[in-house]
């Protein structure tokens, strides 16, 4: 019976490592040929479409570099796409998303992606679909990674990218213009990891850089919803965040309805004339735990209007200082004035120059613990709880040297036809940004192109 089992695993085996061989390389190049085998270089196909058809389930499709403007796949998610991958396909690029181009020519989607589908290392622009996913439409868990997703849009939902895992992109001066029914400029509804999601717009729709969904390790910063909610953020659970600069017409500047945790939210602006809609700079109506709020303005009456920092906020663990607080409950946290709560200081929360706190901070070990902290990380990605009480705040203080945080700098003029792009890292998370003429964000440094 041993010998019969050992017999059987070693066929099942037999069979899965010939499964695994099977699976075949297809080859895009612009200078191919769609008659071509594209098994090879030197047979590759022009189109991504023909080698993505010629594919079968865990083949991967190489793409040489270029600009690829042509080819049509089959309708999928309700829209014509520039390429369709139906089935688990992995298509990738050979040298990265900034020499590998699809191009929609403002007329289809970029790219529809079927569960387990996967997009590697392409700019994905000029698309534009009639339903959801200007740029990118995935199904179930389909992967983007390592993707520039820049000036798309479409009518109803991400003008970016709809749904997916959208891991390690940059996700860029995508729009939407709807009458309130539809949302999410950059994303929507999607598991966004350790990607930028700058300078997205949205006329008369919600979350502006991303609605829905959820995102960790990530910078939304310069996102703009006119006439609606949620210039960062609407409706999300965010992570580790960093959400600065963004804007709303009505409410939450920087984020609305949505779970904020070791976030910091930073210089957002809410600027409408509706007095009674117009408040939450940096957060309207979320919850807020271990963040910091800080510098967001509402510049409607602002002597008038309520939370520029937050509003109807559930805050715990927090600074949420140089823009206060209305509405909601806040309890051990760092604020400008008296609020009634269990645990709060009305002290300077002591900064660093990067809203690091300094060691002598009255934040400092002046927080209260909960379950959900337990395997938690700071902003800096160490460990949250450090001397058996939680700090204040996004950063919990350290006796030992850390990394510095992302640079945030106020923004710099870029000269009339002019446009720049900034990057800046702390070693663990990078931020690149796209800025057409008018604003360029400077490094820290003083440094930019």
């Excluded at 209260?368 to 705040?393: E, H, Q």
Aim: charged share 15%.
């Amino acid at each position: 019976m041993k010998r019969m089992r050992n017999r059987v695993l070693w066929i099942c085996a037999l069979f899965l490592a010939a499964g695994h061989a099977l699976a075949a390389d297809w080859f895009v190049a612009t200078n191919g040929n769609d008659s071509a085998a594209g098994a090879s270089w030197g047979t590759a196909m022009r189109t991504i479409q023909a080698a993505v058809d010629a594919a079968a389930d865990d083949d991967t499709v190489w793409v040489s570099n270029g600009v690829y403007a042509t080819g049509q796949g089959a309708v999928a998610a309700g829209g014509t796409n520039r390429v369709t991958v139906g089935r688990a396909v992995m298509l990738r690029s050979v040298n990265g998303p900034q020499v590998t181009i699809i191009d929609g020519s403002n007329l289809v989607r970029g790219v529809y992606l079927a569960t387990n589908a996967v997009l590697d290392g392409f700019t994905v622009t000029r698309c534009w679909a009639a339903t959801s996913g200007g740029g990118i439409y995935c199904d179930g868990d389909a992967l983007v990674t390592n993707c520039h997703i820049l000036r798309n849009s479409c009518i109803v939902d991400g003008g970016g990218v709809a749904h997916g895992r959208i891991w390690n992109c940059l996700i860029a001066q995508n729009r939407m213009e709807h009458i309130l029914t539809h949302h999410g400029a950059g994303v929507y509804c999607a598991d966004v990891r350790n990607s930028q999601i700058f300078s997205n717009s949205a006329v008369f729709c919600r979350g502006a850089g991303i609605y829905g969904g959820t995102a960790s390790n990530c910078a939304i910063q310069f996102n703009v919803a006119e006439h609606y909610y949620g210039g960062g953020a609407e409706r999300c659970q965010l992570d580790d965040c960093v959400i600065v600069s963004n804007t709303a017409e009505l409410s939450g500047g920087g984020v609305s309805e949505s779970t904020n945790r070791n976030c910091l939210i930073a210089y957002n602006t809410v600027y409408g004339d509706l007095a009674y809609i117009t408040h939450g700079g940096g957060a309207n109506e979320s919850l807020v735990l271990n963040c910091t709020v800080f510098g967001n303005s509402v510049d409607h009456h602002a002597s008038a209007t309520p939370g520029h920092g937050t509003f109807n906020c559930t805050v715990e663990n927090s600074i949420v200082y140089s823009n206060g607080c209305s509405g909601g409950t806040t309890t051990y946290s760092c604020v400008d004035s008296t609020v009634a709560g269990e645990g709060n200081i009305t002290n300077n929360p002591g900064f660093m120059d990067d809203f690091h706190l300094r060691s002598d901070s009255a934040c400092v070990d002046a927080g209260t613990n909960s379950a959900w902290l337990a395997d938690s990380l700071d902003l800096d990605g160490g460990p949250r709880i450090r001397n058996g009480r939680i700090d204040m705040g996004c950063y919990e203080q350290s006796r030992i040297p850390s990394l510095p945080p992302p640079s945030i700098a106020t923004p710099a003029i870029v000269g009339g036809g002019e446009a720049g792009i900034y990057r800046t890292t702390n070693g663990v998370i990078t931020i690149q940004g796209l800025k057409s003429a008018g604003t360029l964000a400077a490094l820290s440094d003083g440094q930019g192109s």
